[in-house]
């Protein structure tokens, strides 16, 4: 569980809540249900439009990856990488094989068999950053979907506002309900701004810094892997690989192998 999801999802619903209080409102006159028929099923439409059922549906399942925090900690790759090149210089690439066995990265253990197999060196390469071009795809994709929602909530909620405007206009008899039915014309735009800025744009953030995670292990292992498959020497692969962690992370890492020595 990505706990700063569930507190930001929490603290934001507060802030509102108390907002609409310290402004004399009350909750009941941010309820409509025209409003909320007119934003939420516009939206709805207008996405099912864009994309095939399947494709929707699989990016709107992927806001399960905002709440969910998969651990990806760039020095226990490195780790692993620097095990295996020691396993491989004593004992050979083909002891690297029944290590695979026991592997829950299919990614990394796939890309050891390969070695194991004899695979060239440029292939190995072309068939790992391959995969990881259409994870990334395939990641962009789930993105754009949460991406488009927050572009068709204000624009619903607009919509919503006009509609509300027209109906208001259009009977002008009593002025004193100008007021309330000003201010139900206005919660649309409310409804598609809370869609956009509360719901859709943070998950498509929380979906691309998850990417950027899995991508950067992804790249480590295909350098670590050709690295090892070309004989290096491990402390040379280790520094190889250093380079792709931030400063901080590094000397962290740095320290821990220090002690652990």
Known sequence: MDISTVIGLISGSIFIVVSIFWGGGNIGGFIDAASVFIVFGGVLASMLISYPMSKLLEGLKSAKFAFSKKEMDPTEVITQI????????KEGLLALEEIAQHMDDAFLQKGILLIVDGT?????RNILETEIVFVETRHKDNQKVWDLIAELGPAWGMIGTLIGLIIMLGDLADPSTLGPKMAVALITTFYGSMIANFIATPISN??????DDEILHKQVMVEGLLSIQAGEN???IEEKLKAFLSPSTRRVFENKVK???
């Open 120 to 124: 060239d060196a440029e292939l190995l």
């Open 82 to 89: 620097n095990e295996l090149a020691l396993a491989a210089r």
């Open 206 to 211: 929380k979906l691309k810094l998850s990417s």
């Open 259 to 261: 002690n652990e020595e």
């Open 234 to 236: 491990p402390r040379v």
